[in-house]
């Protein structure tokens, strides 16, 4: 982030000259929607070996993301933010055409939904709304990795979708 004379930090959807790669109002990050055509083409490789750890999930994802902010921007693991933590956050740096410097931050929850076990995504998105209170911002990203016997195939189960928490954020649902 060198070279900015003024930093200041973005907590709602980016602007509109930030790259992004999904349909309008998609995914408030940029990566994520290239991430769901990764990991359809890539993620049976993980699923394919039986039950995986949700740290397993998480790399996978995480080294993902690393690609996209290479050299630009940072990801933080269990992101420390008070009593609770964050799975990733990610933090870029980008300079608006009038050459001011801002930093776009997302934070992720990372979930992973198994056989005989409740679906993930209401306690995942009280939690993430905690997680994004901390750390004032307006939007988020829950991703759920669904490791169910009979979950449908990768192709199909994986996507993205934008949801509420109950917070009333907007909430970028990334599900594979």
């Known amino acids: 982030m060198s070279g900015c004379c003024r930093v200041t930090i973005r907590t709602a959807s980016p602007p509109t000259h930030v790259p992004s790669c999904g349909p309008a109002g998609a995914s408030t990050c940029p990566s994520c929607w290239k991430f769901t055509d990764w990991w359809i083409q ?3 490789q993980l699923t394919s070996t039986g039950h995986y750890a ?39 740096p980008y300079t608006t055409p009038d050459g ?10 990372i979930k992973v939904w198994r056989t005989n076990r ?11 709304d905690r997680y994004l209170d ?4 307006d939007t988020g990203v829950l991703a759920i990795f669904d490791q169910r016997s ?3 195939s990768i192709d199909t189960r994986t996507g ?7 917070a009333g954020r907007t909430i970028t649902l990334l599900t594979g």
């Open 134 to 137: 901390r750390l004032r911002l």
């Open 54 to 92: 949700e740290a397993a999930a998480q790399l996978v994802l995480q080294g993902y993301l690393q690609r996209a902010v290479n050299g630009t921007g940072t990801i933080d693991r269990e992101y420390a933010i008070g009593t609770g933590r964050v799975d990733l956050h990610l933090r870029w």
């Open 42 to 44: 890539n993620g049976e």
């Open 160 to 166: 993205l979708s934008t949801i509420n928490s109950p």
């Open 150 to 152: 009979g979950a449908p």
């Open 100 to 109: 001011v410097c801002h930093v776009q931050r997302e934070g992720f929850e």
């Open 118 to 128: 409740a679906n993930p995504q209401p306690a995942a998105l009280r939690q993430l």
